[in-house]
């Protein structure tokens, strides 16, 4: 499709496992951005791809989340260690260039800790 | 830091109303200013933006005013439909590249 894919749109995962979530942005988009929307927390911001590098990696919780981004495309939201503060929806979008907002959303990852 | 403070929901009103969900921010700097929807079982998509002070940006009967001596960006439309139902979210973006977004408001547009 045309829009931003990610994947799986649902996880269920024991804490303390690992969990690695997919986006691929639009076609040609060259940053590429990941949010997290809890209750209590609203929509926060994660990390921020420009290509392959990430300059803006000042939202990620803690050192058990990590990102890369590969080929300047496809990238993945790795999160250790979960724990059950980790629940919540994982939001990927794309831009065709850091000077732009987003204009679209993935549709999300909703991530449940058991 | 940078903030968005935005009206708590759920608005419920009937087809053909005014809409308003208020929208105040705190910022460093001249930040752009955005609307955001969020439709049941749709992504977040871009409604509206501004850049700069009274810059009015409009979008599918929707508009919103910068102000900036009031640090506001209201989101207002004229007579809402049904299709409207959403939930809505301000956000700013400062320097850096990341938004800033309030905490949504769910509209419920009955007919």
């Known amino acids: 499709g045309a829009g931003v894919s990610q994947s799986p749109s649902n996880k269920v995962t024991e804490k303390g496992k690992d969990v690695e979530l997919r986006c691929d942005p639009i076609?040609?988009?060259?940053?590429l951005y990941w949010y997290r929307q809890s209750l209590g927390q609203g929509l926060e911001f994660l990390i921020y791809?420009?290509?392959?590098?990430?300059?803006?990696k000042s939202g990620l919780p803690s050192d058990r989340f990590s990102a890369e981004r590969t080929g300047g495309s496809v990238s993945t939201l790795t999160i250790q260690r979960t724990q059950q503060e980790d629940s919540a929806v994982y939001l990927c979008?794309?831009?065709?260039?850091?000077?732009?907002?987003?204009?679209?959303f993935g549709d999300g990852t909703r991530l449940s800790i058991l | 830091g940078n903030s968005v403070t935005q009206m708590e929901g759920p608005v419920t009103l009937s087809e053909e109303a005014f809409l308003t969900i208020n929208c105040t921010y705190t910022?460093?700097?001249?930040?752009?200013l955005f609307w955001y929807v969020q439709y049941p079982g749709e992504g977040l998509q871009l409604l509206l933006k501004a850049t700069k002070a009274d810059d009015k940006g409009s979008n599918k009967g929707f508009e919103a005013t910068y102000r900036k001596e009031t640090t506001s960006f209201h989101l207002e439309k004229g007579s809402v439909q049904v299709s409207d139902s959403a939930v809505y979210f301000c956000?700013?973006?400062?320097?850096?590249?990341?938004?800033?977004f309030g905490g949504g408001t769910r509209v419920l547009v009955k007919p």
């Open positions: 979008a794309s831009s065709l260039n850091s000077g732009e907002q987003p204009q679209h």
């Open positions: 910022a460093t700097g001249y930040p752009s």
């Open positions: 791809f420009q290509g392959n590098s990430a300059p803006d």
């Open positions: 956000a700013l973006k400062a320097a850096g590249n990341k938004l800033t």
């Open positions: 076609s040609g988009h060259t940053a």
